[in-house]
Structure formats: C-alpha cells, structure tokens
Antibody, heavy 119, light 113 residues
Framework: QVQLVQSGAEVKPPGSSVKVSCKASGNSYTINWVRQAPGRGLEWMGGIIPIFGGPSYAHNLQGRVTITADESTGTAYMEVSSLRSEDTAVYYC???????????????WGRGTTVTVSS | DIVMTQSPDSLAVSLGERASINCKSSHSVLYSSNNRNYLAWYQQKPGQPPKLLIYWASARGSGVPDRFSGSGSGADFTLTISSLQAEDVAIYYCQQYYSTPYSFGQGTKLEIK
C-alpha cells in the first residue's frame, strides 16, 4: 500500500508563510490536502497529481494556497501565505491507493503536520 | 460547490444498539454514466487521521467490520452501525468526491449512552 510521509510541525508568526511536504512512495498518486482546525471539522484545500501537474484548489483558499509537486521524487508541497490565527490546524495529505486521477475516495492518509500561527 | 449536511450533530447510543447518521448533499453525487454515488464515510478518533469506512456510498473499506454499512443514492445517504461497540466512539464524516472542490459534512459525534 502507498505510504505518505509528511514534514514536521511548524510554528510561524502571523503574516508569514509555511510550506508542508508530503512524500508518496510513487509519483502517480493524486495528493489531496485536508486541514482540521482545533475542535473543528475537515476542510479539503486542494490537490495535485505529480506526474500531470495542474493543481485544483478550494475556492475560498485560492490565492493564498499554492500546491506544487516534484515529479522526480513523488513529493507534493502545500504552501499557505499571509498566515493568520485561523490557519492554525493539522494539515493532512491523503490519496487513493492504486489509483491515478480525480474523483476518488481517500483511503491513505499521512499522520498530519501541525501548523501553529502565533507571535 | 456541493454542500454536505449531516444529522444529527451528536448522537448517544447504548452498547449493542443501532446507530444511524444521515448525510444530505446540495447536488446529486450520482454519476449516471456508471451508476456510482461519489460518497464516502470516514471515522476519526482523537489524535488520529480520518479512516475510510465506506466508499461508493456502500462499499466497505479494507478491514472495516461488517457492522458498518452505507446506503442511499443521489443526494441522501445513511451510515449505519448495526450493533454499537465501545471502540466505535468517534466523529463520523461524509464526503463527496463527485466534483472538486471536494467537501465534507460537519461531522457527527457518536457517544455511548
């Protein structure tokens, strides 16, 4: 089964940027990003297929979130700029095993990266 | 964008009893060309990532006990736990993957009565 390995926790001041990585054991998987603020529900942020490029974004985050990928390493990156306190959350990457493309459920999840926005 | 609404927000059920959680989408998630409902259910326990329980509205994920079942079509769906076990205490989310941006329900907290 594919495994997703995420980068470590980050503490950032308001107004700065944070970049979180997610490495898959393969470059053909669709990497989705989902975040969860403390005590809140799940929010899909966007995703990318490293071998194809062309990310897709949630409308309310477009402009502040950038999703990229390194096809050679199968690593996806999610950057949030102009950080504010409401961006404090656990950021998960997730994908579908043995599948390339959009419109699939998420059966493999990373362990999550905690991002804290604090001065 | 498709909005997913779950009911109830919280639920308390006795051990061994049935638990049902509903999910409504603002747009049908049934793709007519393949007759598949693009609807999944996840279970999340504290400090853990979500775990896939049900996909295509009624198919059980790998290793998911058969007391979990999904039903419904179009825009109305139900997750049923036939006989509640202590380890089922969690928050449950539905999600549509019919179209991006994907969207989740607000979650239903399931507790033991």
């Amino acid at each position: 089964q594919v495994q997703l390995v995420q980068s470590g926790a980050e503490v950032k001041p308001p107004g700065s940027s944070v970049k979180v990585s997610c490495k898959a054991s393969g470059n053909s998987y669709t990497i989705n990003w989902v975040r969860q603020a403390p005590g809140r529900g799940l929010e899909w942020m966007g995703g990318i297929i490293p071998i194809f490029g062309g990310p897709s974004y949630a409308h309310n985050l477009q402009g502040r979130v950038t999703i990229t990928a390194d096809e050679s390493t199968g690593t996806a990156y999610m950057e949030v700029s102009s950080l504010r306190s409401e961006d404090t959350a656990v950021y998960y990457c997730a994908t579908t095993d043995n599948t390339t493309g959009w419109n699939y459920y998420l059966d493999v999840w990373g362990r999550g990266t905690t991002v804290t926005v604090s001065s | 964008d498709i909005v997913m609404t779950q009911s109830p927000d919280s639920l308390a059920v006795s051990l061994g009893e049935r638990a049902s959680i509903n999910c409504k989408s603002s747009h049908s998630v049934l793709y007519s060309s393949n007759n598949r409902n693009y609807l999944a259910w996840y279970q999340q326990k504290p400090g853990q990532p979500p775990k896939l329980l049900i996909y295509w509205a009624s198919a059980r994920g790998s290793g998911v006990p058969d007391r979990f079942s999904g039903s419904g079509s179009g825009a109305d769906f139900t997750l049923t736990i036939s006989s509640l076990q202590a380890e089922d205490v969690a928050i449950y989310y539905c999600q549509q993957y019919y179209s991006t941006p994907y969207s989740f329900g607000q979650g239903t907290k399931l507790e033991i009565k």
